[in-house]
């Protein structure tokens, strides 16, 4: 697409990445489109759940976090609203002279309302952004949206977009996988202090089972230095890791997080039940992230169905615990496995799964909604 295009994206969160995995692939994606000579303003609610909690951890981990997201993205136009009186007028104000404006799926529906509002008076077009598994677990959630407003629906898997066109009646929906922001997520070799590390937030029971099966229990019989990262971990999840030698470390900023995979041997994926089940398919955006970052990744079960990855090259995939503690004992112990899996890995992310990757087709998306 030659034409220089004015895109407005609303999103969660940009400066807070407490619990918003969303924010990894959406920052990279808007800076890539920048990087492409088009026009992006970004949108985030002022005092966001992201950030609130964000500020619980205190005030010098939230001052270095957003240092961190100013310093890696200073070309990103971010721009908070308030939702209340005083946010028709800014719309009115901040729509004008938009081409494409994005709407993620974590947005508050009096807010996507007023958007959609506005839609044909202003001229812009909208796409509905969706990288959650509400499409499947709790439909009423996304119907309360008016899906059909929106000029198509951008799904992260192609699981989640046949929901949409199946069961939803939205025909112009497109799979759209996340991917990794390779201009902050690459290879950083360091000191290796610790064997095993696992970056994921606790989930709300939705893989606790997962957990114990895949990490807890082989990790007790191996007794690797293993370091866990993420939050909203209850008081018994935190002794359960400890009884079994895992130390606990709590919020890690995500540009943080390829110094913290150079740092160790291996990692894990270990995704939640909905994932490895009904919406097999979609990796979400810490497989991208692991592998960009040359570090070797195995996976708990997980069906590839829409063909990102090969498995036993990209990655290795287990069946169970016990397959995933020989696994482990394996590339830990033997280096030039180690290599392999983690060269090929970034390979396939270089060649096929970046942010700049991704823009391009949302430029091509945009092209054809004309069509």
Request: aromatic residues 10%; hydrophobic residues 40%.
């Amino acid at each position: 697409m030659s034409a220089r295009l004015s895109f407005r994206i609303f999103a969660h969160s940009w400066t807070s990445d407490w619990n918003h995995g969303n924010a990894h692939f959406l920052r990279g994606l808007a800076q890539e489109l920048v990087n492409l000579g088009h026009e992006v303003h970004c949108y985030e609610e002022a005092n966001s759940w992201s950030r609130l909690n964000l500020r619980e951890e205190g005030a010098e981990a939230e001052a270095r976090a957003l240092r961190q997201f100013r310093e890696a993205f200073p070309r990103l136009d971010v721009r908070v609203y308030q939702n209340g009186p005083g946010l028709q007028s800014f719309l009115d104000e901040e729509m004008r002279g938009a081409n494409i404006v994005l709407v993620h799926e974590w947005n508050q529906p009096e807010v996507v309302k007023a958007l959609l509002d506005r839609k044909h008076r202003m001229g812009f077009r909208a796409l509905f952004h969706d990288t959650h598994h509400r499409a499947y677990t709790s439909a009423k959630e996304i119907l309360q949206f008016n899906l059909a407003q929106f000029d198509g629906v951008l799904a992260f898997g192609g699981a989640i977009r046949k929901i949409y066109r199946e069961a939803f009646g939205i025909k112009r929906a497109w799979t759209f996988h996340e991917a990794a922001d390779t201009a902050h997520f690459g290879c950083q070799p360091a000191e290796k202090r610790s064997d095993v590390i696992w970056v994921g937030n606790w989930g709300d029971e939705e893989r606790t089972r997962e957990l114990e099966e895949f990490l807890i229990q082989p990790a007790t019989k191996l007794r690797p230095k293993c370091h866990i990262y993420g939050v909203r971990y209850p008081q018994q999840a935190r002794l359960r890791l400890a009884t079994a030698g895992l130390e606990y470390r709590g919020y890690l900023p995500n540009l943080d997080a390829p110094r913290a995979y150079g740092e160790s041997l291996i990692t894990l994926h270990i995704p939640r039940r909905f994932y490895a089940n009904g919406l097999s398919g979609v990796p979400t955006i810490r497989v991208f992230e692991t592998l960009a970052c040359g570090i070797p990744l195995v996976c708990a079960p997980w069906t590839d169905t829409d063909g990102l990855f090969t498995a036993g090259e990209d990655y290795v995939s287990v069946l169970n615990g016990r397959a995933m503690e020989g696994e482990m004992r394996h590339l830990i112990e033997d280096e030039n496995a180690r290599k392999q899996l983690a060269a090929q890995g970034r390979k396939t992310i270089e060649n096929r799964h970046t942010c700049r990757h991704r823009a391009r087709q949302l430029l091509e998306i945009c092209e054809e909604l004309d069509k």
